[in-house]
């Protein structure tokens, strides 16, 4: 059944069955960027990333699918974001009831925080 209109909560439903059914794979989607041209870059809702070492800007699937829900008008944030666990290069993963963000200090030794595990597809808090 083709869907005639779909929210965010059904594409988050749709996102987080092939997260839990392949998380690999999701990441390895999120990971693939590939180099996009200027008026692409310069669409409205899509979203891209910048590489000012290149000048250039890529675009990911996820970019394409908050282009399909706009963008938040403050924070220029689409809908729809990718959630990680937390780790710290020496220690390893923080833990869920640690209050830490990406680039804070290691608790334990000092250095500085990177993005760990993929966990699921969640809602941005952009409105």
Same mark, same amino acid.
């Not at 310069?42 to 282009?67: A, C, H, M, R, W």
């Given at each position: 059944?083709?869907?005639?209109?779909?929210?965010?909560?059904?594409?988050?439903?749709?996102?987080?069955?092939?997260?839990?059914?392949?998380?690999?794979?999701? $990441?390895?989607?999120?990971?693939?960027?590939?180099?996009?041209?200027?008026?692409?870059?310069?669409?409205? @809702?899509?979203?891209?990333?910048?590489?000012?070492? &290149?000048?250039? @800007?890529?675009?990911?699937?996820?970019?394409?699918?908050?282009?399909?829900?706009?963008?938040?008008? $403050?924070?220029?944030?689409?809908?729809?974001?990718?959630?990680?666990?937390?780790?710290?290069? &020496?220690?390893?993963?923080?833990?869920?009831?640690?209050?830490?963000?990406?680039?804070?200090?290691?608790? &334990?030794?000092?250095?500085?925080?990177?993005?760990?595990?993929?966990?699921?597809?969640?809602?941005?808090?952009?409105?």
């Amino acid at each position: 059944m083709i869907h005639k209109s779909i929210t965010v909560e059904d594409a988050l439903e749709v996102l987080n069955r092939a997260a839990k059914t392949d998380p690999e794979a999701m $990441e390895s989607l999120r990971n693939a960027q590939v180099y996009c041209n200027e008026a692409l870059a310069d669409d409205p @809702t899509i979203q891209v990333n910048s590489y000012s070492e &290149k000048g250039k @800007t890529k675009v990911g699937f996820l970019g394409i699918i908050n282009g399909l829900f706009g963008i938040d008008d $403050e924070s220029g944030m689409g809908a729809i974001c990718m959630a990680y666990n937390v780790d710290c290069p &020496k220690c390893g993963p923080t833990g869920e009831d640690v209050d830490v963000q990406l680039g804070d200090p290691c608790p &334990k030794c000092g250095d500085i925080l990177i993005t760990g595990k993929f966990l699921d597809f969640r809602r941005t808090n952009a409105k």
